[in-house]
């Protein structure tokens, strides 16, 4: 077995169906699909040949590794459900990386309107945090010069990060390091899992692929501001707590105070108090 595509369904039935659909009309190397149901309640029965794992909801990373217990393919390919693949990327793939080693591989990412989407980013430090603010600006913005730039169609690119959305692992890799940190419930599992194989001296690529289609995270996007994005700055604190030096921890956290401080006087909410917590240690959670 060459691909085992796993995919984590939270309340995506619909896009879920299209994108098992998309990867059947395409995909002309050998694959398993194993698909891990966060939303018990949504019946995945008619799926035909595909694994399905009844999971409770207990983070992306805890269902992926549950996934890649059962995977039986040379490499795992993480894949959104949100996510529909227009042509075949496997055999370009294989020619590129059947002889190379490697951790991980992003693959290239397109809006449905076919704009491009961020797919990699500089390794997160309090630095490179303004680094990567300034790219997603490019890219909302349409840049054309910075997207050229950094997509580069015909090169693939060794990077420091690439999104979970589409990554696909070298599998003998991911059990080196005991798969995804399971501390992260939602957001940088991605950066963790890219940082800890890269300090395994495993090379991560950017793979520009033209071909794949991201709906950008439909679950998350219409409430990011409230409980998502709570998740987000908590994986962020761990991620640094993890990984980053204390002052890179302190400089975070100055920055999330003052943002947070800002965010909770112009809205007050439950979940920027809660935020506001979290940032100034008044909360563990």
Avoid at 80 to 86: E, G, S
Wanted: proline share 1%; net charge positive.
């Amino acid at each position: 077995m060459l691909f085992s595509i796993i995919i984590i369904n939270y309340k995506q039935k619909e896009l879920l169906t299209a994108c098992i659909k998309s990867i059947r009309d395409t995909f002309m190397s050998e694959y398993e699909i194993i698909v891990v149901n966060n939303s018990p309640e949504v019946d995945l029965i008619e799926y035909e040949n595909i694994i399905v794992i009844n999971n409770s909801n207990l983070g992306f990373s805890q269902a992926n590794n549950l996934a890649s217990k059962k995977a039986k393919g040379k490499y795992l390919f993480f894949l959104n459900a949100d996510t529909v693949m227009l042509k075949d990327m496997s055999i370009p793939f294989l020619n590129l990386f059947k002889d190379k080693e490697f951790g991980a591989a992003g693959i290239g990412l397109r809006f449905p309107d076919g704009r491009y989407q961020l797919s990699y980013w500089y390794e997160s430090n309090f630095l490179n945090e303004f680094k990567n603010k300034r790219l997603e600006k490019s890219f909302k913005t349409n840049n054309q010069k910075v997207i050229n730039k950094y997509v580069n169609k015909d090169q693939l690119k060794e990077v420091d990060w690439v999104s979970g959305a589409a990554i696909i692992i070298n599998k003998d890799a991911y059990e080196s390091i005991s798969g995804f940190d399971e501390d992260y419930f939602l957001f940088y599992e991605d950066a963790d899992i890219c940082k800890r194989l890269k300090d395994n001296h495993h090379k991560i690529y950017y793979f520009p692929f033209d071909g794949l289609v991201h709906y950008k995270g439909e679950n998350v996007n219409k409430s990011f501001l409230g409980e998502t994005y709570y998740y987000s700055k908590k994986s962020q604190l761990m991620y640094y707590k993890k990984h980053k030096n204390i002052v890179n921890r302190i400089l975070l956290r100055i920055y999330l105070i003052i943002k947070s401080s800002v965010n909770l006087i112009l809205h007050k909410s439950e979940v920027n108090l809660k935020i506001f917590k979290l940032v100034t240690g008044l909360s563990n959670d």
